[in-house]
């Protein structure tokens, strides 16, 4: 009978196979026959050339990345009908359906049904695929009747198996495996703000990712236009999932960390966690308008102006009236400046023509130029950009920091310690919480109006020279009447790439996103939260993360203090109840440890026993880098070939990562983006949201009593293993760990 089903399973499969390969070199035929097209025809033809070939193109990436496990199951319904489920949908060529979108409403029942609870589903079958081939079949049946027919067939259970696999430094999706609890989560409905809180192991990420994919299916015309932002807490988590959407069938989201979401600004991690407090605090937004505020200045006292020979006075009144009007406009600094110097040139201008008509009564002169002469003075320039200069947001935020009297006159409500901390020198890199603080001034700012104007200048300029190059070419070729100088120069204008909405959503920081779903939501300040919700007004947000977890100085210390201010109200919680990936003995022993220290952790169920408990190597003579050296091989040989991590804090990384490399050169990766290495040291800051098949951590104190240590660090540390934990340290017993 096995043999019977896995041949019909695999005549199934190669026919979907089949059909993928079809449809791509369709798509491909379809997209070379547009390009071949790329010299002819109108404007309007050329436009609707660039919006079939993005079409082709986005179609040929989609099916291009669903090639791995394409389909994963099989319901039978109490009608007899046999519908499979995969990553895509596809369709014959006569439209007559061979497998359904994994998002679709008719594949819901494959994750929600159950024994108890059938939803006309008779059995629901995994099928366990290696490369194109089904390798096994794995039966859940639902109804009793079918157990005496001799049909049901038993596997090693699709979800244990992928548990029990080795990891590889990247992220898989869990489509053939998404579990009820995960599914009811994933297709909830899209507006507000969704938080889904769960203890390490229990799938947020993947629950996120699941869900960005399901509603870009399911709101596709809500959301293609405008987008979907996904946020991390870093690159190399970024890095970590980058391959899991496309997996899905979705290649159009924005996908950025936290020190990216500023355009042209690559951020570093705050060293200093007092510092990023003090900038994570919403009052920064203050401090930020005021500074701005502080650049519309008053002169002290009259200033004298030289224009052509003469001299004008500029008045304190003159500056306070032109600023409380351009104030009042509503629009943001280099904008509102617009009228400020207008306003102040009408005036000096006026000034200067009543010089200048005093001394020649009656004279009629045409005197237009006095504006331009007036603008282009060194006195008035040099008077008007005092009063109120064009910045920008990198400018405004470096002189802050940078000038003590500045930042002073701006957050007087710092003390002068935090003040003092806040201090840099102008050029340093800028931080992940300085994004938020840039974001504000541009907000604040606005486009500085010169560039946009010199812009706008030059692409006229070019349009002019176009026009008289075409105007030059119909007289060469004899054509004059028939061809226009302007639709010739239009043809052969090179125009820019045409970008997708969320390759223009990643360059545009005004750009306003349908939804947003934020990872490690609570590593998230105040300012950070703030910068989200202005890249989504109608605040349509995931969010996923856990509390016990939170490790940075300005994160949430409950969902409530951290989203009310910005929610009020229009958010709901949900929980993952069950731990996936850490065996129950890890598990427990960093819940044990966790309570121990003072931090209220969730004990999400464990779904398996482990091979291993929790190993503690104390260290009383020699060094806890010779012990590190010396248990490796054990640790490697474990693994058996999966991934070891070796994860201590910031402080000793440097030490920690020389030691493994003078053991194990090549092997050994620095960072969570090593992904052809079998061992990556890493901070435990970087391996939040990552997992490892094992992992060794060294002078775990260290994650608790240094400079900065917070428990959350020890234990996102202790939960990141599949299989076997390993603790190496120097110092005192750990609470709940060991003796």
Known sequence: MLDGELAHERDYVAGLYARLDELREEKKAQLAQVRRSSTAGSHQNRSERDAFATLYEDRLAQLNAVDDRLVFGRLDLDSGEERYIGRIGLLTEDLQRLMVDWRAPEAGTFYQATAFERQGVRRRRHLILQGRDVKAIEDDVLDSTMLTEGDALQGEGALLAALNSKRTGRMSDIVGTIQAEQDRIIRSPLAGALVVQGGPGTGKTAVALHRAAYLLYTHR???????????GPSSSFMKYIERVLPSLGETGVVMTSLGRLMPGIKAVPEEDPRVAQIKGRIGMADAVRQAVANRQRLPA?????????????????????????????????????????????????????????????????????????????????????????????????????????????????????????????????????????????????????????????????????????????????????????????????????????????????????????????????????????????????????????????????????????????????????????????????????????????????????????????????????????????????????????????????????????????????????????????????????????????????????GAFGRVGDLYVAMTRPTQRLRIITSGAPLPGVDA
């Open 221 to 231: 015309e809500r959301l293609k236009s405008a987008g979907v932002l996904l946020v």
């Open 301 to 705: 006292g009259d200033r004298r102006l030289v224009v052509d020979g003469q001299t004008l006075i500029l008045t304190p009144r003159q500056v306070r009236r032109a600023r409380d009007k351009a104030r009042a406009t509503g629009k943001p600094h280099n904008e509102a400046r617009v009228t400020f110097v207008k306003i102040l040139l009408r005036e000096l201008t006026d000034q200067l023509r009543e010089k200048l008509e005093a001394g020649s009564v009656g004279n009629n002169a045409d005197r237009s130029y006095l504006t331009e002469d007036v603008r282009q003075a060194r006195d008035v320039r040099i008077a008007l950009n005092l009063a109120w200069m064009p910045m920008t947001p990198e400018k405004l935020i470096t002189e802050l920091f940078s000038k003590p009297a500045l930042l002073e006159a701006a957050a007087g409500f710092l003390t002068a310690e935090e003040r003092a901390l806040l201090g840099r020198e102008p050029g340093a890199p800028w931080t992940e919480a300085d994004v938020p603080l840039l974001d504000e001034a541009a907000e604040l700012l606005g486009e500085l109006d010169s560039n946009s104007a010199r812009d706008q200048a030059a692409q006229e300029a070019d349009r002019r020279r176009d026009v008289e190059n075409a105007k030059r070419a119909i007289q060469n070729a004899g054509v004059e009447g028939l061809v226009d100088a302007d639709e010739l120069a239009e043809h052969n204008e090179v125009h820019a790439e045409r970008l997708s909405a969320a390759e223009r959503a990643a360059v545009d920081r005004t750009w306003a996103f349908g939804h947003i779903v934020v990872d490690e939501a609570q590593e998230l300040s105040a300012m950070q939260w703030r910068l989200l919700v202005r890249r989504c007004p109608v605040k349509s947000f995931t969010i996923v993360g856990d509390i016990a977890q939170t490790s940075a100085s300005a994160g949430a210390s409950s969902w409530q203090n951290a989203l009310e201010p910005f929610f009020a109200g229009r958010w709901q919680l949900e929980e993952l109840t069950v731990n996936y990936r850490t065996p129950a003995q890890i598990a427990e022993a960093a819940a044990r440890m966790a309570n121990a220290a003072g931090l209220v952790v969730s004990a999400p169920k464990a779904v398996r026993e482990g091979r291993w408990d929790p190993v503690v190597d104390r260290v009383t003579d020699g060094s806890v880098l010779e012990r590190l050296v010396e248990v490796l091989p054990e640790e490697l040989a474990a693994v058996d070939g999966g991934l070891l991590a070796v994860i201590t804090n910031s402080e000793r990384l440097a030490s920690v990562s020389k030691t493994v490399r003078g053991a194990y050169g090549a092997r050994v990766g620095s960072g969570a983006g090593s992904y052809e290495q079998d061992i990556v040291v890493i901070s435990a800051k970087e391996a939040k949201g990552l997992e490892f098949d094992g992992v060794v951590i060294v002078e775990p104190h260290g994650l608790l009593d």
